[in-house]
């Protein structure tokens, strides 16, 4: 079964703080996604990849930075976190092929106080 | 401007009910319709979903009604259970364009009273 792991679980930081949530997938996927999710917004799209050194700009790229190191590994940085960045973060695999399915870890809390 | 909107925002209905949850969407291109079902706690897991072919799909006691004309989605489930109580969100992608995006809506809460 597909599995998508997240870390940390929950990350409190300051504004101007440095953060960085770590995915990883081990489905073999080509495509991994970083999501924010807040309550009215559903999800939205921060950036995607679609292999190791690969990046695509999503919907809200603002504030945030990402890199696909491997094909298992996805990093989401916030160099400088803000308040509004406070949310629910999901990282997420798809085949890319004939499935469109993604597949969702289980999401990090971050507070940015 | 929200490309994928959904109704109610939360639904309460009794075990053995039907739901039905709404989903509309803009763009015309848009031509594959996923529905994610949430837990608290969770993330959001493939429920059912739909191509633009298809004005129906069934699975269990979960159906997807599509009307491609007026750009509108609905997901019954009927005989509800508590077990169903979630978070369902309608996403909207552009299938062949290769981007792989999908578009979300703001879901819709869910709960089965017993």
């Known amino acids: 079964e597909a599995a998508v792991t997240q870390s940390p679980r929950n990350k409190v930081t300051v504004t101007g703080g440095n953060v960085t949530l770590s995915c990883r997938q081990t489905?073999?996927?080509?495509?991994m996604y970083w999501y924010r999710q807040d309550t009215g917004h559903g999800l939205r799209l921060i950036h995607y990849?679609?292999?190791?050194?690969?990046?695509q700009i999503g919907d809200v790229p603002d504030g945030y930075k990402a890199t696909r190191t491997t094909q298992e590994d996805f990093f989401l940085l916030l160099e400088l976190a803000s308040p509004s960045q406070t949310s629910l973060y999901f990282c997420?695999?798809?085949?890319?092929?004939?499935?469109?399915?993604?597949?969702f870890g289980p999401g990090t809390r971050l507070t940015v106080l | 401007q929200q490309q994928v909107r959904q109704s109610p925002q939360s639904l309460t209905v009794w075990e053995g009910e039907t739901a039905i949850l709404n989903c509309s969407y803009e763009?015309?291109?848009?031509?594959?319709f996923p529905w994610y079902q949430q837990f608290p706690g969770e993330g959001p897991a493939l429920l059912i979903s739909?191509?633009?072919?298809?004005d129906k799909k069934e699975d269990g006691r979960f159906t997807i009604f599509f009307n491609k004309r007026e750009k509108k989605l609905s997901l019954h489930i009927t005989d509800s259970q508590p077990g169903d109580s979630a978070t369902y969100f309608c996403?909207?992608?552009?299938?062949?364009?290769?981007?792989?995006?999908?578009?979300f809506g703001s879901g819709t809460q869910l709960t089965v009273m017993p």
């Open positions: 997420a695999s798809s085949d890319g092929g004939s499935s469109y399915e993604q597949y």
């Open positions: 489905n073999s996927h080509n495509y």
């Open positions: 990849s679609y292999g190791a050194g690969n990046l």
């Open positions: 763009d015309s291109t848009f031509n594959y």
């Open positions: 739909i191509r633009s072919v298809s």
């Open positions: 996403a909207a992608s552009e299938a062949s364009s290769g981007s792989w995006q999908l578009i």
